[in-house]
Nanobody, 125 residues
Framework: QEQLVESGGGSVQAGGSLRLSCAGSASRYIYSGDCVAWFRQAPGKEREGVASLNAAGGSALYADSVKGRFTVSQDHAKNTVDLQMNSLKPEDTAMYYC????????????????WGQGTQVTVSS
């Protein structure tokens, strides 16, 4: 089964920063034609898109709730797509997942067939 690998979650106080990393694996390399997106899911809520990156052109999209605070970028040498999260708020607390699909980015969860196992982010007030 194809799978990505997330890392970098943890617990921080409000206003702090965390950097998440999504790595390709032996089963699923991150290709130049991919869209890699970050989603999050809080308890009792639906999974929502946070940020996405078109690996070919480098164009990024962000949810309104994280614009200006989160930055998604690609490290070609490491074959990772990273999410830098600054000015974290308690409402950012969730399990964060990365996902990959070929070509165009979308916020439609069902369009992504390759996922990571998730990494927990907890922000305390």
């Amino acid at each position: 089964q194809e799978q990505l690998v997330e890392s970098g979650g943890g617990s921080v106080q409000a206003g702090g920063s965390l950097r998440l990393s999504c790595a390709g694996s032996a089963s699923r390399y991150i290709y130049s034609g991919d869209c890699v997106a970050w989603f999050r899911q809080a308890p009792g809520k639906e999974r929502e898109g946070v940020a996405s990156l078109n690996a070919a052109g480098g164009s990024a999209l962000y949810a309104d709730s994280v614009k200006g605070r989160f930055t998604v970028s690609q490290d070609h040498a490491k074959n990772t797509v990273d999410l830098q999260m600054n000015s974290l708020k308690p409402e950012d607390t969730a399990m964060y997942y990365c996902a990959a699909k070929f070509w165009a980015c979308t916020w439609d969860v069902s369009s992504y067939k390759t996922w990571g196992q998730g990494t927990q982010v907890t922000v305390s007030s």
